[in-house]
């Protein structure tokens, strides 16, 4: 079985500050995917990031990164310089063999 | 851009009634899915579907029945609609490139989403 733990139901932050989004996951294949997915209010869920497992280099996407923990099953989420525009919920997800999960996401709030 | 767009993006309707929620996708993708999302519950997989007139169920197909006779559109259907199917509804596609690995290994376009409400 094949679970995604995202242990942060809200966060927050301030305009122009970093925050780490939490993910931890179990599987058992030794080849799989992991995602962050942002969901805006009343928008359409978009990608954000895509790391494959078996890639060491930790994924980056202009202010959006990843801290890829292998060994400890983890994959947070760093966004820096955080703006208003990432307010959101952002679901954290793992793809592997015929199962795919997404987690029960994190609402970010970005304080002005 | 990938576009995938949804009938409705507010649907109210009664306990037993029929219900269509129809997605379509302009990217000529192969893959369509329908999601529930719920609180507390991330995006739960109700049916999938690899091809046209091909289905599969996901994690939660009961009460739910899907319908793809043209690739670009996959509907999903309640047959008789229950209080415990208000939820939102998401649509996604994808273009799956590696046959080896799960259809949703690959990114995933979403629709906007269709708030369905059964009184």
């Known amino acids: 079985a094949q679970t995604v733990t995202q242990s942060q139901p809200e966060m927050s932050v301030q305009e122009a500050e970093t925050v780490t989004l939490s993910c931890t996951y179990d599987?058992?294949?030794?080849?799989?995917?992991l995602f962050w997915y942002k969901q805006p209010p009343s928008r359409q869920m978009i990608l954000v990031i895509r790391q494959e497992a078996y890639k060491q280099q930790n994924a980056t996407e202009n202010r959006f990164s990843v801290n890829f923990q292998k060994a400890a099953k983890s994959f947070s989420l760093k966004i820096s310089d955080s703006q208003l525009g990432d307010a959101a919920m952002y679901f954290c997800?793992?793809?592997?063999?015929?199962?795919?999960?997404f987690g029960t996401g994190t609402s970010l709030t970005v304080i002005p | 851009d990938v576009k995938v767009t949804q009938s409705s993006r507010y649907l109210v309707k009664r306990t037993g009634e029929k219900v269509f929620l129809e997605c379509v996708q302009d990217m000529d993708h192969e893959n369509m899915f329908w999601y529930r999302q719920d609180p507390g519950l991330g995006l739960r997989l109700i049916y999938f579907?690899?091809?046209?007139?091909?289905?599969e169920k996901g994690d939660i197909p009961e009460g739910y029945s899907v319908s793809r006779e043209k690739k670009e559109r996959f509907s999903l259907i309640l047959e008789s609609a229950s209080t415990n199917q208000t939820s939102m509804y998401l649509c996604?596609?994808?273009?799956?490139?590696?046959?080896?690995?799960?259809?949703?290994?690959?990114?995933?376009?979403f629709g906007p989403g269709t708030r369905l409400t059964v009184l």
């Open positions: 996604a596609s994808s273009s799956h490139r590696d046959p080896r690995k799960d259809l949703r290994t690959d990114t995933q376009y």
């Open positions: 599987t058992s294949e030794s080849d799989y995917y």
């Open positions: 997800a793992s793809g592997a063999g015929n199962q795919f999960y």
């Open positions: 579907s690899y091809d046209v007139k091909m289905k």
